[in-house]
């Protein structure tokens, strides 16, 4: 039994990102069609692009391009008798095996980031059984004269789908949603297949559907829709994906680590904090002098505490009031003869401090700098 799984990214061409060049594959038709048991065979067109997206320049002596074939579910050909090959730099080719080299004709040629290849095989006679051929680039480079020669190696991998098999024009709409909404996913398909829509933690059987709406997105989301079609014991898949952006998304992370400043509200579980020191947050005392018509305004540098001890002793038996937060939203502290009272600060906040009848206090600020949220 053969798994064929084919997968299409973003504009339907799958790319390696590896080596000192880029692979992308496509086919004509796409997908692949597998040929019939016996008599006439298919034909397909595999074209190969490749570029650099490692800045530089390297040298290239020659590009093999390796198809197996056979009988077999993992033969993409049945052989490679009467293909047509080419490429867009004038190159010569030969065809050895399951090999078809392709060479410059000076000895090597200068690929840079500006300069792109593209190889084409024509006319390959498709094989009889569902399955999946593997395309292998090889490529041999140096990054200069003096430098010794490489080869750099791309797999890629073909489905073989039978006749009549499709799944094409996988759409979101709208691309870009506010965090809740909906959207609405769309494509194309041929009968006798089953689909599945996977997202997250989804996995949602679509094979009756050709449109489907996923409610309440809050972050996110890549979406995969999979057609898997059974002819005799064998099986092809073939994957197609889109994505959907959300403003202000959700987010589901395992750390974070905030190097600057949070603003806004934050609401959580639990919140763990470490105390940064604030160069600057001198400890401020007022000792002895407020009295009833005269207070002491200040705006609180970092977060911090204010300690104030009403000694209370002799004539002084007075109550010192301590006022803490923001305008309209004051909190009121009222500390009697012979009490104390420790308040937390935050930074920004506005501290008064006044005095009803005469008191005997000791009011403290001690700065614990800034807290950095992780």
Do not use: C
């Given at each position: 039994m053969a798994i064929v799984t084919q997968q299409r990214v973003g504009n339907g061409t799958a790319s390696d990102f590896t080596g000192e060049i880029d692979w992308s594959i496509d086919t004509v038709p796409d997908p692949v069609t597998v040929s019939p048991a016996s008599g006439s065979v298919e034909l397909a067109d595999i074209i190969l692009v490749g570029s650099r997206s490692i800045p530089g320049e390297i040298q290239v002596s020659q590009i093999d391009v390796d198809i197996d074939h056979g009988n077999e579910a993992w033969h993409l050909a049945l052989d490679l008798g009467g293909i047509q090959a080419s490429n867009n730099l004038g190159w010569t080719h030969t065809v050895s095996g399951n090999r078809i080299t392709f060479k410059p004709t000076s000895g090597h040629a200068v690929i840079d980031n500006e300069r792109g290849i593209t190889l084409q095989v024509n006319k390959l006679r498709i094989s009889r059984k569902v399955g999946t051929g593997a395309v292998i680039i090889g490529t041999k480079w140096r990054a200069n004269e003096s430098s010794g020669w490489r080869t750099d190696e791309a797999v890629k991998a073909v489905g073989k789908f039978p006749p009549g098999f499709y799944l094409d024009?996988?759409?979101?709409?709208?691309?870009?949603?506010?965090?809740?909404?909906?959207?609405?996913?769309?494509?194309?398909?041929?009968?006798?297949?089953?689909?599945?829509?996977?997202?997250?933690?989804?996995?949602?059987?679509?094979?009756?559907?050709?449109?489907?709406?996923?409610?309440?997105?809050?972050?996110?989301?890549?979406?995969?829709?999979?057609?898997?079609?059974?002819?005799?014991?064998?099986?092809?898949?073939?994957?197609?994906?889109?994505?959907?952006?959300?403003?202000?998304?959700?987010?589901?992370?395992?750390?974070?680590?905030?190097?600057?400043?949070?603003?806004?509200?934050?609401?959580?579980?639990?919140?763990?904090?470490?105390?940064?020191?604030?160069?600057?947050?001198?400890?401020?005392?007022?000792?002895?002098?407020?009295?009833?018509?005269?207070?002491?305004?200040?705006?609180?540098?970092t977060y911090g505490f204010l300690q104030c001890n009403n000694k209370g002793n002799g004539n002084y038996q007075g109550t010192v009031v301590l006022e803490v937060g923001t305008t309209g939203v004051m909190s009121r502290f009222e500390v009697e003869a012979r009490q104390c009272s420790t308040i937390l600060v935050k930074e920004g906040d506005t501290i008064k401090i006044t005095a009803v009848g005469s008191v005997n206090h000791e009011t403290s600020w001690y700065s614990i700098g800034r807290l950095a949220f992780g």
């Open positions: 024009n996988f759409k979101a709409d709208p691309l870009i949603i506010e965090n809740g909404d909906s959207v609405t996913l769309t494509w194309d398909r041929s009968s006798g297949a089953t689909q599945t829509l996977l997202y997250e933690s989804a996995e949602i059987d679509v094979t009756d559907y050709t449109k489907f709406e996923v409610k309440n997105l809050s972050r996110n989301t890549m979406f995969y829709l999979r057609s898997r079609v059974q002819q005799g014991t064998d099986y092809a898949e073939r994957v197609l994906n889109t994505y959907v952006t959300v403003n202000q998304p959700d987010l589901e992370i395992r750390n974070l680590t905030v190097r600057g400043r949070v603003h806004g509200n934050l609401n959580a579980d639990k919140v763990t904090a470490a105390v940064v020191s604030e160069p600057g947050s001198l400890p401020w005392q007022r000792k002895n002098t407020i009295t009833a018509t005269a207070g002491y305004q200040t705006t609180a540098p």
